[in-house]
């Protein structure tokens, strides 16, 4: 079983649908992240949640509506989407440093959700 | 702020040449923590290595190396002997430690890196 896992790989969606991503992670990790990757862009991380609990929200529009209901999985929830929306979401996972574990900094990604908005 | 330049878009190079991928960073953070990712053509990003502030030993692994310089704010990384494997986009990232504890990273553009058989 791999790491992370993301489903699904791909998505087209129209502007007026409504869509999730999920994201699952068997590494025992308690710190989850969604980044968006678009073409000759870095990656923008969008939310981060650690024990389950949102602590980072980079400014993201709320078309993007994240979930996460136990450290092991992670969503995210699609609306009224544009078509500069489409991108690859990656989802990652790591050992949360304030619980007290052994952080080597070390973030664990999935293969990513291809997003096409039309 | 911070800020990861890979000035190198793409590189193309023939196999079993040499090569070296340039990463320059930018941060106020006196104790950060400098990150290579491999992204193959699966998507997922796979961790290289880590490097914090204050250890600018160079560092070898197999046919990687990386070479960090604080004077000029670069972390580069250099592959031997190019295997067509090494196929690839390569970020470079640089993180300091939020206030609650979690590394966030700054990536890169990325570098895509071609290896011609």
């Known amino acids: 079983e791999t790491g992370v896992t993301q489903t699904p790989r791909h998505l087209v969606m129209g502007m007026t649908n409504k869509k999730s991503l999920k994201c699952e992670q068997h590494?025992?990790?308690?710190?989850m992240y969604w980044y968006k990757q678009s073409a000759k862009k870095p990656l923008e991380l969008m939310f981060v949640?650690?024990?389950?609990?949102?602590?980072e929200n980079n400014s993201v529009p709320s078309r993007f509506s994240p979930e996460c209901p136990n450290s092991s999985h992670l969503f995210l929830h699609l609306h009224t989407l544009q078509p500069e929306d489409s991108a690859l979401y990656l989802c990652?996972?790591?050992?949360?440093?304030?619980?007290?574990?052994?952080?080597?900094?070390?973030?664990?990604f999935g293969e990513g959700s291809r997003l096409t908005v039309l | 702020a911070q800020k990861v330049t890979q000035a190198q878009t793409e590189i193309s190079v023939v196999e079993k040449e040499d090569v070296t991928l340039d990463c320059v960073y930018e941060t106020r953070d006196t104790t950060y923590y400098l990150f290579w990712y491999k992204q193959p053509p699966s998507g997922e990003l796979v961790f290289l290595i880590r490097r914090n502030s204050f250890d600018e030993q160079n560092e070898i692994s197999g046919r990687y190396s990386w070479n960090f310089q604080k004077s000029t704010s670069s972390f580069n990384f250099t592959i031997t002997a190019s295997q067509v494997v090494d196929s690839a986009v390569y970020f470079c990232a640089l993180s300091g430690v939020s206030n609650f504890g979690n590394e966030k990273l700054t990536f890169g553009t990325g570098t895509r890196l071609t290896i011609i058989p």
């Open positions: 990652a996972s790591s050992q949360d440093l304030a619980s007290g574990g052994t952080n080597t900094g070390e973030l664990f």
């Open positions: 590494l025992g990790h308690n710190a």
């Open positions: 949640y650690s024990l389950e609990e949102r602590v």
